[in-house]
C-alpha cells in the first residue's frame, strides 16, 4: 500500500524557518514528479511547489517564489520543502502530492487526477 507521511510541521514565530519533509513507502516515486499543497481555514487547497523526479526542474506558487525550495532523495524515496522568512498567511496545513509519472502538469493542475497519491498534511502555524 501506497503511503506519504508529512513531518515536520510545528509552531513558528514570522521570518523563522521551518523544512516539512514527506516520506514515501510501499512503492518508489522516483521516476515521478512530486509536489506541495496548502489549505488555510475555510480556504481551498492550493499548489505550493512541485519537482521533477531528477529535481532539476521545480515549480513555484508566486505566494511562495524566493522564500520555500523544493528538493528530494531519490535513495530515501523523500521530497523536501524548505520554508524560510514564514509570514503569518503560511499558516496552513501542507499536504505532500506524488504521482509515480513525472508529469508535474497533471500534478499541478489537477488536484482529483486519480493518480496523484496524497498525504495526510502537517500543520503550520505561524504567529506574529
Known amino acids: 500500500q501506497v503511503q506519504l507521511v508529512e513531518s515536520g510541521g510545528g509552531l513558528v514565530q514570522a521570518g523563522g524557518s521551518l523544512r516539512l519533509s514527506c516520506a514515501a513507502s510501499?512503492?518508489?516515486?522516483?521516476?515521478?514528479?512530486m509536489g506541495w499543497f496548502r489549505q488555510a481555514p475555510g480556504k481551498e487547497r492550493e499548489f505550493v511547489a512541485a519537482?521533477?523526479?531528477?529535481?532539476?526542474?521545480?515549480d513555484y506558487a508566486d505566494s511562495v517564489k524566493g522564500r520555500c525550495t523544493i528538493s528530494r532523495d531519490n535513495a530515501k524515496n523523500t521530497v523536501y520543502l524548505e520554508m524560510n522568512s514564514l509570514k503569518p498567511e503560511d499558516t496552513a496545513v501542507y499536504y505532500c502530492?506524488?504521482?509515480?509519472?513525472?508529469?508535474?502538469?497533471?500534478?499541478?493542475?489537477?488536484?482529483?487526477?486519480?493518480?496523484?497519491?496524497w498525504g495526510q498534511g502537517t500543520q503550520v502555524t505561524v504567529s506574529l
Open positions: 510501499g512503492r518508489t516515486f522516483s521516476s515521478g514528479a
Open positions: 502530492t506524488a504521482r509515480f509519472d513525472n508529469n508535474m502538469h497533471a500534478l499541478v493542475a489537477s488536484m482529483s487526477d486519480k493518480s496523484n497519491y
Open positions: 519537482i521533477n523526479w531528477s529535481g532539476i526542474n521545480t
